[in-house]
C-alpha cells in the first residue's frame, strides 16, 4: 500500500475488535486504505490515509469548538443535519480557504463559535441537544427548533433599544408638556420592572423616553439632547446553501453568496463591533426561529 501502485488500490486495513457485538459498524472496520491523489498538506509523502469513520471520533474528540450535531460514537448513531447547512469539515474548509466565509468564526458555520457569535447562548444550545434522543436515522432539522429554544434563554434579559433609519427622520412636537424639564432613569426592559408608570409608546416603533424638553413659549418639543444616537449597522444572515440536503450534488452549484442583509429592523441583536468615533457599531440578528 506504500508504494501506491494499482495493486495497493485492492488493499486496505481493518481492526479487529468485536466479530460478535451486536454494533455491525464494529465487526472488523476498515481504518486504513490508499489513495493516490496527492493530500493538500503532505502532498505525495504518504499513500495510506485514515477512513472518516475511523478518523472523525478521534478529530471530534480533540476539537471539542466543531459541533456537527454528531453523537459521540459515529459508529453507532447518525449524525444530525440542518436544512441548507453544511456540516461536513471538508466543505467548511472548502468554504474557508476559498474566502467564500470570514473564517472559521463566521455566523453561517454549525461551530460553536460561529453560533455563539451569532448571538446562540451556550444553555439554549445544550438544552436542544439534550432533547435529542439518540437515533440511527438520518435526522434533518429546521433551524427554526433551536432558535425558538434559545429565544427563551434571551427574551426575559435582553435589553430594549430602538433603531431609527438615517434617512426620512421624523421631528415629533408635543404640546402640553410639563412646566419645566426633568430626567427620570428607566429601566431597558420595562417587562421586568413590575413599574406601573410607562412612558410614551409609539406604535410599531417602540417605547419612547423623554430625555430633555425645551419650549419657545407656545410648543413644548422632545429632543435627544444628553442621549446621543449611536450609530449602528444591523446585520442578519440566510442559508449558505440553496438545497435542503447536498447528498450527491456538487457544492458550488447549490452555494448561496447573497447571504448577508443590512438593514433596520425589530428584532434581538448581539453586538459584534462595538461602535467607536466615527465607525458604526456592528449588531448581529438573532433568529427567533419565526419564518421570515
Known amino acids: 500500500m506504500k ?3 494499482p495493486e495497493d488500490l485492492r488493499w486496505y486495513i481493518i481492526a479487529k475488535i468485536c466479530i460478535d457485538g451486536n454494533n455491525r459498524c464494529l465487526r472488523d472496520p476498515v481504518i486504513y486504505r490508499c489513495n493516490p491523489s496527492p493530500y493538500h498538506r503532505t502532498g505525495d509523502a504518504w499513500a495510506i490515509y485514515p477512513t472518516y469513520d475511523f478518523v472523525c471520533p478521534i478529530v471530534d474528540s480533540m476539537m471539542l469548538d466543531a459541533l456537527n450535531l454528531r453523537t459521540v460514537q ?4 447518525s449524525r444530525t443535519n440542518f436544512i441548507r447547512t453544511l456540516v461536513s469539515k471538508g466543505n467548511l474548509t472548502t468554504l474557508v480557504k476559498g474566502g467564500v466565509v470570514w473564517g472559521w468564526d463566521d455566523p453561517h458555520f454549525p461551530a460553536i463559535r460561529g453560533l455563539h457569535r451569532r448571538g446562540m447562548t451556550i444553555p439554549a444550545l445544550r438544552g436542544f441537544i439534550l432533547k435529542q434522543d439518540p437515533s440511527k436515522n438520518v435526522i434533518l432539522f ?3 427548533l433551536i432558535w425558538a429554544t434559545n429565544k427563551k434563554y434571551i ?5 430594549r433599544y430602538t433603531a431609527i433609519g438615517t434617512e426620512d427622520i421624523v421631528k415629533a412636537t408635543v404640546t402640553g408638556g410639563p412646566a419645566s424639564p426633568y430626567t427620570e432613569t428607566r429601566q431597558k426592559y420595562v417587562e421586568n420592572t413590575g413599574d406601573k408608570d410607562e412612558e410614551i409608546t409609539l406604535m410599531n416603533w417602540g417605547n ?3 430625555r430633555k424638553i425645551s419650549t419657545d413659549g407656545s410648543t ?3 429632543s435627544t439632547e444628553g442621549q446621543n444616537p449611536v450609530p449602528a449597522e444591523l446585520v442578519d444572515f440566510d442559508y449558505q446553501i440553496t438545497k435542503d440536503s447536498l447528498v450527491y450534488d456538487v457544492l458550488e452549484d447549490f452555494l448561496n453568496f447573497d447571504t448577508e442583509f443590512r438593514f433596520y ?3 434581538f441583536h448581539r453586538v459584534d463591533c462595538a461602535p467607536a468615533p466615527g465607525v458604526p457599531g456592528v449588531f ?9
Do not use: H, M, Y
Request: hydrophobic share 35%.
Open 284 to 292: 448581529f440578528n438573532i433568529s427567533t426561529g419565526k419564518q421570515k
Open 220 to 222: 413644548d418639543k422632545l
Open 208 to 210: 419612547a423616553i423623554v
Open 142 to 144: 429546521d433551524w427554526g
Open 74 to 77: 459515529d459508529w453507532e448513531f
Open 3 to 5: 508504494k501506491d501502485t
Open 155 to 159: 427574551d426575559p434579559v435582553a435589553l
Open 265 to 267: 429592523r425589530k428584532g
